[in-house]
């Protein structure tokens, strides 16, 4: 029989006040797809109720610095009332090589926060690198990708990370059924609790294609509300460089992951969205001697390894030549 859970019985259980027997059932509640995307909204909803503190990191920071110009003003001798006379003090050399060390010290301290706070993981051009993440998660980084991980509580208060670039994700769930949330930096967050799926966001756009499990999608925009979508395994969601969302149906989503073992899969495929790959994979400058060029189409899937396996396959696919010096590469007929 399967169990009946309800809004009122969540709201319980994210409270910390559900019995052994209720976990239990909420794990098996939990099983079904449809079911980790109705629990995933109804956290949300419970979470908007009952905000949790988050500590102001640059609050803490400027009250340290007010409390050190305070002291120092302190410290300072204060003229007395009956003595009005001004006399300019000579200014030592060792002072101001002091202040500035300071002052060098505190910028570089302020600017190494996220460091101390984050660790992040980096690709170059070309390469691509597979992470397990501390709750067991995986997580595949393309090429020229950034996935930033926080190193403190991750996996106990907080399953969230920052992306830029492209990575493909397996992500474990948890007995506890924390959600695991991917931020990016066109304002589309994905939430999942287990589930398979990749996320794309460079400067042409973010997409975001779900293989298994459920997701739930926000998206925010400047001065309009949060807009939430409930994705199933086949939906893909696109936000273009103009903030302009779409969504469509996949019947081979698979294929969006298709890079992490170094093949590459095209359909009807311009010409002018493989110069994009080619930037974004390779870090190469494309020059096309014949604009048309950027019209063509390119159907096929093939494996290459590096970049000069890829362009020559990519060259006899549209019959046409290339020649490459350095990061630039020209085509022509």
Request: aromatic residues 10%.
């Amino acid at each position: 029989m399967n169990p009946i859970i309800t809004k009122e019985t969540l709201f319980e259980h994210f409270a910390g006040r559900s019995t052994a027997l209720q976990r239990a059932m909420i794990a098996n509640w939990l099983q079904q797809p449809n079911n980790q995307i109705q629990y995933v909204a109804w956290l949300d909803d419970w979470e908007r109720q009952h905000l949790q503190y988050v500590a102001d990191e640059d609050s803490g920071f400027h009250n340290v610095m007010n409390r050190i110009e305070e002291w120092n003003q302190q410290q300072s001798p204060t003229p007395e009332p009956y003595q009005p006379i001004i006399r300019t003090l000579p200014v030592s050399p060792r002072w101001l090589v002091a202040a500035t060390i300071l002052l060098c010290l505190l910028a570089g301290a302020y600017a190494g926060r996220n460091q101390l706070l984050y660790q992040t993981q980096e690709t170059a051009f070309g390469e691509t690198r597979q992470l397990t993440l501390s709750d067991g998660s995986q997580v595949t980084l393309n090429a020229h990708s950034t996935l930033r991980v926080p190193r403190f509580g991750f996996g106990n208060k907080t399953r969230a990370v920052w992306l830029t670039g492209e990575a493909a994700f397996s992500i474990q769930h948890t007995p506890t059924n924390q959600r695991f949330v991917v931020h990016t930096n066109r304002g589309v967050e994905v939430v999942v609790l287990g589930t398979e799926f990749d996320v794309y966001d460079r400067p042409t756009g973010t997409k975001v294609v779900l293989s298994k499990g459920a997701i739930q999608l926000n998206y925010t925009r400047p001065s309009q509300p949060v807009r939430q979508l409930r994705l199933k395994p086949g939906d893909a969601v696109s936000v273009d460089s103009s903030g302009q969302l779409t969504q469509s149906r996949l019947t081979q989503p698979e294929i969006s992951t298709a890079w992490s073992t170094h093949r590459f899969v095209f359909k009807s495929t311009s010409f002018r969205e493989i110069v994009t790959l080619l930037h974004d994979t390779y870090g190469l400058r494309v020059v096309l001697k014949n604009h048309d060029l950027a019209n063509r189409t390119v159907t096929g899937s093939f494996q290459a390894n590096n970049a000069d396996e890829f362009l020559q396959v990519v060259a006899e696919l549209l019959e046409i030549n290339y020649k490459q010096k350095d990061n630039t590469v020209t085509f022509f007929e």
